[in-house]
T-cell receptor, first 115, second 115 residues
Framework: AQTVTQSQPEMSVQEAETVTLSCTYD???????LFWYKQPPSRQMILVIR??????QNATENRFSVNFQKAAKSFSLKISDSQLGDTAMYFC????????????FGQGTRLTINP | DTGVSQNPRHKITKRGQNVTFRCDPI?????LYWYRQTLGQGPEFLTY????????KSRLLSDRFSAERPKGSFSTLEIQRTEQGDSAMYLC?????????????FGNGTRLTVT
């Protein structure tokens, strides 16, 4: 079975700093997708960024980027120039490349951006 | 695009009672998912539909749980004879099948408290 592990339950940084959230996963599949979702206090889960396993290039979305290490099964999220609005729970998630987007989530990292 | 809508936002019930939640997906989305999120954990997959067909159910979905999507639009999740362990946030999400680039869009969830 696939598992996703986030080893940092909580993190806290100052506004404008860069922060990296860690995620490791375990799978025997070769083709899959990885995601980072953000869940602010309002509760709605929002997709931050996604990575296709067959792509070597790391995905980027404005201030958000990932470091995808397929051999190490590692998928970290870097947030540059952090903003107060980045305060949220962040979940790393995995899904197969075929079929429905049945996501397997990690336990989450609570990120707090301090003014 | 009005987003995924879930009702009610909160539900408090006594152990042994039945409860029903409703999810209205994004109108053009033909896939609909139910997830359960307990406090401090990531969401766990329960079941998903493509149109009106329920294509997969998790082992987490005991016989007391039933989900329907009768006309391929809104969905209901019913829990019979609720137990305290059913207390959780129940999240609904939708996506567009046939386009693997279609990410999941989540609703705000229904928080269930069983007393």
């Amino acid at each position: 079975a696939q598992t996703v592990t986030q080893s940092q339950p909580e993190m806290s940084v100052q506004e404008a700093e860069t922060v990296t959230l860690s995620c490791t996963y375990d799978t025997s599949e070769n083709n899959y997708y990885l995601f980072w979702y953000k869940q602010p206090p309002s509760r709605q889960m929002i997709l931050v960024i996604r990575q296709e396993a067959y792509k070597q290039q790391n995905a980027t979305e404005n201030r958000f980027s990932v470091n995808f290490q397929k051999a190490a099964k590692s998928f970290s999220l870097k947030i540059s120039d952090s903003q107060l609005g980045d305060t949220a729970m962040y979940f790393c998630a995995f899904s197969y490349s075929q079929g429905a987007q049945k996501l397997v989530f990690g336990q989450g990292t609570r990120l707090t951006i301090n003014p | 695009d009005t987003g995924v809508s879930q009702n009610p936002r909160h539900k408090i019930t006594k152990r042994g009672q039945n409860v029903t939640f409703r999810c209205d997906p994004i109108s053009e989305h033909n896939r609909l998912y139910w997830y359960r999120q307990t406090l401090g954990q990531g969401p766990e997959f329960l079941t998903y539909f493509q149109n009106e067909a329920q294509l997969e159910k998790s082992r987490l979905l005991s016989d007391r749980f039933s989900a329907e999507r009768p006309k391929g639009s809104f969905s209901t999740l019913e829990i019979q004879r609720t137990e305290q362990g059913d207390s959780a946030m129940y999240l609904c999400a939708s996506s567009l099948a046939g386009s693997y680039n279609s990410p999941l869009h989540f609703g705000n969830g229904t928080r269930l408290t069983v007393t």
